[in-house]
T-cell receptor, first 112, second 113 residues
Framework: DAKTTQPPSMDCAEGRAANLPCNHSTISGNEYVYWYRQIHSQGPQYIIHGLKNNETNEMASLIITEDRKSSTLILPHATLRDTAVYYC?????????????FGQGTRLTINP | IAGITQAPTSQILAAGRRMTLRCTQDMRHNAMYWYRQDLGLGLRLIHYSNTAGTTGKGEVPDGYSVSRANTDDFPLTLASAVPSQTSVYFC????????????FGPGTRLTVL
């Protein structure tokens, strides 16, 4: 699986958009970009995933560059409850168990 | 719908003792996983199971065993606990659909003294 690089921490004001970057320069053509987050002491929570097109759901938007070497997770109107560690994971979708490799992630702090 | 439940919530265990962490899901997911999370190391996969009756080793399987007798349950056993197994343990499950997002349980905090 391709390696990902994320900033260790970020701050964002409540109500503003939080933009979390992720570099995955060695991504392969069949690998998807997944985002999970982990709120303090809870289990990780799936946010969104994509291959090459931008994706949006009720939680966030995922913008993937045309060359697929980087992506940005956007929380459009961050709230205090969005304070968490955000993990960017690159993984090929195969039949069977998806063995995710979690890195260190980005610790996002939403400030009032 | 409970999703994934884990038991116990926390446990303090003497080194050398045997311990089984329980995990049950009610989503009829094919795949299940066990991760451990240690400060500064993120989540690491211990064992996984594609479907009932099959298991596989993850990144850090030594000292742990699993079984998958049915779809819903995936217990993790520490045959003889050591202090380095002090950690927070998360169970997860996923189906085989495209995307296959993993759903995580609330975790078990285990301390081995």
């Amino acid at each position: 699986d391709a390696k990902t690089t994320q900033p260790p921490s970020m701050d964002c004001a409540e109500g503003r958009a939080a933009n979390l970057p992720c570099n995955h320069s060695t991504i392969s053509g069949n690998e998807y970009v997944y985002w999970y987050r982990q709120i303090h002491s809870q289990g990780p929570q799936y946010i969104i995933h994509g291959l090459k097109n931008n994706e949006t759901n009720e939680m966030a938007s995922l913008i993937i560059t045309e060359d697929r070497k980087s992506s940005t997770l956007i929380l459009p109107h961050a709230t205090l409850r969005d304070t968490a560690v955000y993990y960017c994971i690159v993984r090929a979708i195969i039949q069977g168990a998806q063995k995710l490799v979690f890195g260190q992630g980005t610790r996002l702090t939403i400030n009032p | 719908i409970a999703g994934i439940t884990q038991a116990p919530t926390s446990q303090i265990l003497a080194a050398g003792r045997r311990m089984t962490l329980r995990c049950t899901q009610d989503m009829r997911h094919n795949a299940m996983y066990w991760y451990r999370q240690d400060l500064g190391l993120g989540l690491r996969l211990i064992h996984y199971s594609n479907t009932a009756g099959t298991t596989g080793k993850g990144e850090v399987p030594d000292g742990y065993s699993v079984s998958r007798a049915n779809t819903d349950d995936f217990p993790l056993t520490l045959a003889s606990a050591v202090p380095s197994q002090t950690s927070v343990y998360f169970c997860a499950s996923s189906d085989f659909s495209v995307g296959g997002e993993q759903f995580f349980g609330p975790g078990t905090r285990l301390t081995v003294l």
